[in-house]
């Protein structure tokens, strides 16, 4: 691999979904590489993410040195993999790949078994497998999976200490081939947003499912309307739960409204402090955006959150708690704390400081392999 004496690899990123946080990792690091002279391709799901995705993938295709395709690949295992394993080692093989990172469960699985001999396989699980448990029948298929690939995985880059430690108690201690790499934020996003005419008191931003915690939100403005303190919200976002969760919002009556996906910073302007209600997370981009924007929040103490409070992580709510996010939310965060949280994201949490770590992985683990 001639271009690896030159300083320059090439690299092919594969993830099954393109949305949510772990498509803006992809992004940012793929942007990041290409800034400093490497060749970089992707891989994707063919199906998923709607016309938001199809936007955000055609913006990004005339910079990918090394192409973009889609393939179809199913969120359970199935027949589809297959064929979307054969896939990505073509894509590898014609790429001439120096490195192969693959994404969440899916990606980093058809990374593992795919991505060639030659080439660093390099594994983010941005939590994917790491939320089920050994006790049920999916959860042991997982993590099993998880053990296995574990001996054909040259790197692990986890986006929190949380992450790692999770993966050490589950699966096994990857030892020296782990690094932690927090997700980070550019710099235009520690630009303040400014609040809509028609901003409710708070906005939760994310995808609808019960892992999110949208219910529990719900159930302390319910706790806070019984206590005589009527709050709006705005519910960003859309996923498998919307459904319910508005059959379970029609009791608070206007004061909860859904207003579908968009992007953060245009739902940052719907309302006047982010909650975060999250059951489990890794390590959420929302809260570092929120921090960088300045908006007041109310996270709960999951995953690598208390990574980014620091030393405020005192301040976050237990999750599945809606007493205590109701007692949370009636005591709104002071300026002080949110001007911590920005400087601090500041500081520890941007992008170009990712980018180069995960660099200085790759460059690390190849020099290993070739000493």
Known sequence: MANQASGSLNILHVLRAPVGGLFRHVRDLARGQIARGHRVGLVADASTGGARAEAALAELAPELALGLTRVAMSRQLGLRDVAASMHVARRAADADADVVHGHGAKGGAYTRIAGGERALRVYTPHG??????????????????????????DLFLFESAYGRDVFRAKIADPGARARVVHNGVAEAEFAPVVADAQATDLVFVGE?????????????LAALARDGRQVT????????DRAAFEAAAKGLGEAVRFAGAMPARDAFALGRLLVVPSRAESLP??????????LPLVATDVGGIPEIYGPDAASLVPPGDP???????GTIPTADLTRRLQARVRAEFSVDVMT???LAAYVEALASRHG
């Open 128 to 153: 994917g497998s790491l939320h089920y448990d050994w006790r049920s029948p999916a959860g042991f298929l997982y993590l099993a999976s998880e053990r296995l690939l574990m001996h054909s995985t």
């Open 208 to 220: 609808l499912r019960l892992l999110k915690g949208v219910d529990v939100l719900l159930e302390a």
């Open 233 to 240: 919200a705005t519910i960003v976002g859309d996923g498998p």
């Open 285 to 294: 981009y929302i809260v570092l955006e929120a921090a960088a924007a300045g």
């Open 323 to 329: 007493a205590a996010l109701a007692k949370a939310i």
């Open 356 to 358: 180069d770590a995960v």
